[in-house]
């Protein structure tokens, strides 16, 4: 079992920044693809990046491209983070952290582990 726990997440004007922390307990979350999703209100669940165990393959959806960064903490290998910068009110979410013993995907429904969510508000 790995249990993943956010923060980082609040209420920010519209071109503020924020980062996200996913910590990771459990078993070794290092052999495990790293997610984050969001899900606003009325819509389904949604990719927003993700990046592979090796950390090799990254991927970003187009509506966050070049504002939002998914790394990991090499130092601690059990924390994964999401830089969120120039945000918009469209990014407002409950952003959740995910994982899975297996290829990035954007199937939600594919992922093996999730965390609880934390919300960001984004006002213009």
């Known amino acids: 079992q790995v249990q993943l726990v956010e923060s980082g997440g609040g209420s920010v004007q519209a071109g503020d920044s924020l980062r996200l922390s996913c910590a990771a307990s459990?078993?070794?979350?290092?052999?495990?693809?790293k997610a984050w999703f969001r899900q606003a209100p009325g819509k389904e669940r949604e990719l927003v990046a993700a990046?592979?165990?090796?950390?090799?393959?990254?991927?970003y959806a187009d509506s966050v491209k070049d504002r939002f960064t998914i790394s990991r903490d090499n130092a601690n290998t059990n924390t994964v983070y999401l830089q969120m910068n120039s945000l918009k009110p469209d990014d407002t979410a409950v952003y959740y952290c995910?994982?899975?013993?297996?290829?990035?995907?954007?199937?939600?429904?594919?992922?093996?582990?999730w965390g609880k969510g934390t919300l960001v508000t984004v006002s213009s």
């Open positions: 459990g078993r070794t979350f290092i052999r495990y693809a």
């Open positions: 990046m592979s165990w090796g950390g090799g393959d990254i991927y």
């Open positions: 995910a994982a899975r013993s297996g290829p990035i995907t954007s199937r939600a429904e594919l992922m093996d582990y």
